[in-house]
């Protein structure tokens, strides 16, 4: 469309010493609106309505003056989420200073079947080399302990690890397919796409944004990976941004809070289908796009160095 206004204005204003041709720009605009018109043409033949919805909560415990304080308000928000009807609880990224999988393991899945809730636990544990484990865990209230999640994108430059390679596992739970992706992986197009790929339908993302300024900027993140893969998300921070958004990337609740006080946050979400086009297609689209620039580029710098070439002398 800027390269038809271009052209046009070539005509009208006094023209420059090479005016866009009008021809060229129509050929580019008729190509770029048919490859879009394809895009939307594909997307709403897979569009599918939701099978079922889900109440979720994220739990923003706030500051506290201990790792133990923390604790405690989580378990105290989880009881009242579930009481609300929330049946999907998430709690923040390495919340926990342990490794819930060793210790204190009976205290999570107690906590799973008094309230008849599944339950997200970030957490973390500082390793003997300095290093900080970035870990979450799902419980169930009929299985317990059902897994781990690792990390995909650690922030090693802050000191951030996950010790296990543990792929991108999707459990089969009765509220539907669960899966975790943690805080800096909403920074990427792949984690949330290959455990989409894998067959998630709802995604848990515990966070932990501790930059004021991330308040009101890293949850939109959920808004591009819930369309790229239509599915779910449920987004728990530890006092900043809580967000849940749905597969079509409508942000249905959010609690963003600079200040960083406690708060829970409820919202009903529907399951995704997990099957945009990027899920099946993958970066390629990115890819071929940096390509047709480059090529476009190259030609064009060829094109100026011919008719230079071919300049009188």
């Not at 500051?63 to 105290?76: P, Y």
């Not at 929330?86 to 709690?91: K, N």
């Not at 393991?105 to 997200?120: D, I, K, P, S, Y």
């Not at 430059?157 to 992706?181: E, N």
Request: hydrophobic share 45%; aromatic share 8%; glycine share 10%.
């Amino acid at each position: 469309m800027a390269g038809l206004i271009i052209a046009a204005l070539d005509r009208v204003v006094a023209p420059p010493d090479q005016p866009i041709p009008l021809g060229r720009a129509l050929r580019a605009a008729i190509g770029t609106g048919a490859a879009a018109g394809i895009w939307i043409v594909g997307s709403l033949l897979l569009f599918d309505s939701a099978p079922a919805t889900l109440r979720v909560a994220a739990i923003q415990p706030g500051q506290s003056h201990s790792s133990e304080e923390e604790l405690r308000r989580d378990f105290e928000q989880t009881h009242e989420a579930a009481a609300a009807g929330a049946q999907l609880v998430v709690w923040r990224e390495a919340g926990v200073p342990f490794d819930v999988r060793t210790k204190r393991t009976r205290e999570f899945v107690a906590l799973c079947r008094e309230t008849g809730v599944h339950l997200v636990v970030g957490f973390g544990d500082t390793l003997p080399d300095g290093r900080r484990l970035n870990m979450a865990a799902l419980f169930t209230p009929g299985e317990g302990l059902r897994g781990s999640f690792g990390k995909d994108h650690p922030g090693t430059f802050a000191g951030d690890y996950s010790d296990v390679q543990l792929g991108y596992p999707v459990w089969k739970t009765d509220l539907g397919r669960l899966a975790v992706i943690i805080c800096y992986d909403l920074d990427f197009t792949d984690t949330a796409r290959r455990v989409a790929n894998a067959g998630a339908q709802i995604v848990a993302v515990p966070s932990n944004d501790s930059v004021p300024f991330l308040a009101a900027t890293h949850y939109t993140h959920l808004v591009f990976r819930a369309i790229e893969n239509r599915i779910s998300l449920i987004k728990a921070d530890q006092m900043r941004d809580a967000a849940a958004v749905d597969p079509w990337g409508r942000i249905v609740a959010r609690t963003v809070d600079r200040d960083g006080r406690r708060s829970t946050l409820i919202a009903d979400l529907p399951l995704g289908t997990h099957n945009g086009i990027l899920v099946r297609l993958g970066d390629w689209v990115g890819w071929l796009c940096l390509g047709g620039m480059t090529t476009l580029l190259i030609f064009s710098a060829y094109r100026r160095y011919r008719g230079h070439e071919r300049q009188p002398r």
